[in-house]
């Protein structure tokens, strides 16, 4: 005889969502949202409040201002001082973002790519500038390069911002490396191409996005260095850092925020476009 199959058993139909369930769930996003829109403002309230203070016409710092004018702006603009601080800042951190680049990506792809021996130590050698105070590489700077006679100059400035700065290429280039199959090497080098023509046009166009994410925190963080910059920088290598600096001492008016607004600028426009421009290049 033929077994006769059972029938399956029919499934449960789900039940409905209680409204009270729903409620909770529509209060819990309602709270979440307004949770992150609070610490959005907690961030962002003291830039808002500094652009504000910098349209300001009083003489002072005062939110709200009473009435708005370009003054400090061109005042900045009008500080001969001032434009060269800018300058010089620009200048070194352009330098220092090129220089830590190009010896973050060699000192990268020669810790993730190859083994050897002493590698781990050599890899905490390159970010131990991380975990020392500022202060204490000021002080050892200073002496270094009294030794070397060396100080106050513009390459004294760059050097000192290049061993600050590269742990952080080294860091962003390495976590690009990390997923970069070494078989694309091999088959460019079968294919004819030179090691360095492998490189450039097959692994710098993979790793590019690492590459400009550390070259854009080399030149801000350059840009913002004031401590060591304290102890090396002579009277003619003053950076916008220390002359904001001396400036804010005496003096209390818009200027700084003028200054400030300008710098948030800059550093959005670095920050936000310039590797969109390029990671679709």
């Not at 991380?130 to 006679?149: E, N, R």
């Amino acid at each position: 005889m033929n077994a006769v199959s059972k029938p399956a058993p029919a499934r449960p139909e789900p039940r409905p969502a209680l409204p009270w369930r729903r409620l909770g769930e529509g209060l819990s996003q309602v709270l979440q949202n307004l949770l992150i829109a609070l610490i959005y403002a907690f961030l962002l309230a003291p830039i808002i409040v500094v652009v504000i203070v910098s349209f300001s016409e009083s003489a002072y710092l005062v939110f709200p201002p009473k009435a708005l004018s370009l003054r400090w702006y061109v005042a900045f603009f009008s500080d001969s001082d001032f434009v060269r601080a800018l300058k010089n800042s620009l200048m070194v951190g352009a330098t220092t973002a090129l220089i830590s680049s190009t010896l973050g990506i060699l000192a990268s792809i020669g810790l993730v790519k190859y083994k050897f021996r002493f590698r781990d130590l050599l890899n905490s050698l390159f970010l131990s500038p991380l975990t020392f105070p500022a202060i204490v590489l000021g002080i050892a700077m200073v002496v270094f390069y009294a030794k070397v006679k060396l100080s106050g100059t513009f390459w004294s400035l760059v050097c000192a911002h290049v061993v600050l700065t590269v742990p952080y290429v080294i860091r962003t280039v390495s976590a690009s490396l990390y997923g970069f199959d070494n078989v694309l090497l091999e088959a460019a080098a079968n294919l004819g191409a030179s090691p360095f023509t492998a490189f450039r046009r097959v692994m710098l166009p993979l790793i590019k996005a690492g590459v400009i994410a550390g070259a854009i925190f080399a030149f801000i963080i350059s840009f913002d260095e004031l401590v060591v910059t304290l102890f090396i920088a002579g009277p003619r290598m003053t950076t916008l850092p220390i002359k904001i600096f001396n400036y804010i001492e005496y003096t209390s008016d818009p200027t700084v925020a003028a200054i400030s607004s300008i710098l948030i600028v800059i550093m959005l426009l670095i920050g936000v476009f310039l590797p969109r421009n390029f990671v679709a290049a």
